[in-house]
Antibody, heavy 126, light 109 residues
Framework: EVQLVESGGGLVKPGGSLRLSCAAS????????MNWVRQAPGKGLEWVSS????????HYADSVKGRFTISRDNAKNSLYLQMNSLRAEDTAVYYC???????????????????WGQGTLVTVSS | SSELTQDPAVSVALGQTVRITCQGD??????ASWYQQKPGQAPVLVIY???NRPSGIPDRFSGSSSGNTASLTITGAQAEDEADYYC????????????FGGGTKLTVL
């Protein structure tokens, strides 16, 4: 069964840091781009970051650029999101999402998210 | 603000057909994907590409596109289709950034 399981969420003070993890199983992890998508309470979905299968291509939303770092360990079938300088507006459920393909040098990411984890809640509050 | 625009809410009578739309400049060049999200659950991909359904998605869900508008159509809406629906694609800047629409709350009457 194809599965993504996030962990690492919790309560953190403004300015603090947190590292999210996403454990993948049931597919060849290194063959697909992966993403983080977040959803603030009662709000819509927001794309956060993408990483290609080999980690050669990485992109961030402007709202997190310079504060968040996406990475992956293909040997461990794991995706990560290091979040620094956290703000109240970063409070959200964070989902990891698998793309249907890997990054293509000509066309880029597909942005087709065919598998999602259950999400992990990050609360930034003093 | 989102570069993909959706109506906040749409309603449909049980068994009738409903179309949910998504507008944005990037949709002139790229297909949208559509996701269904029920309360307390993760989103689920329902349509991608020109008009493709993942395994397990009922064939009453279909997609189409014209100009800067992508549409998700549910033909014969069922009570279990009541959910939030989101479109997504890439942004129009060409900078490899993803973008979601603001979401449409579908109510089945």
């Amino acid at each position: 069964e194809v599965q993504l399981v996030e962990s690492g969420g919790g309560l953190v003070k403004p300015g603090g840091s947190l590292r999210l993890s996403c454990a993948a199983s049931g597919f060849t992890f290194s063959s697909y781009s992966m993403n983080w998508v977040r959803q603030a309470p009662g709000k819509g979905l927001e794309w956060v970051s993408s990483i290609s299968g080999s980690s050669s291509y990485i992109h961030y939303a402007d709202s997190v650029k310079g504060r968040f770092t996406i990475s992956r360990d293909n040997a461990k079938n794991s995706l990560y999101l290091q979040m620094n300088s956290l703000r109240a507006e970063d409070t959200a459920v964070y989902y990891c999402a698998k793309e249907g393909t890997d990054y293509d040098i000509l066309t880029g990411y597909s942005y087709v998210f065919d598998i999602w984890g259950q999400g992990t809640l990050v609360t930034v509050s003093s | 603000s989102s570069e993909l625009t959706q109506d906040p809410a749409v309603s449909v009578a049980l068994g009738q057909t409903v179309r949910i739309t998504c507008q944005g400049d990037s949709l002139r060049s790229y297909y949208a994907s559509w996701y269904q999200q029920k309360p307390g659950q993760a989103p689920v991909l329902v349509i991608y590409g020109k008009n493709n359904r993942p395994s397990g998605i009922p064939d009453r869900f279909s997609g189409s596109s014209s100009g800067n508008t992508a549409s998700l159509t549910i033909t014969g809406a069922q009570a279990e289709d009541e959910a939030d629906y989101y479109c997504n694609s890439r942004d129009s800047s060409g900078n490899h950034l993803g973008v979601f629409g603001g979401g449409t709350k579908l109510t089945v009457l």
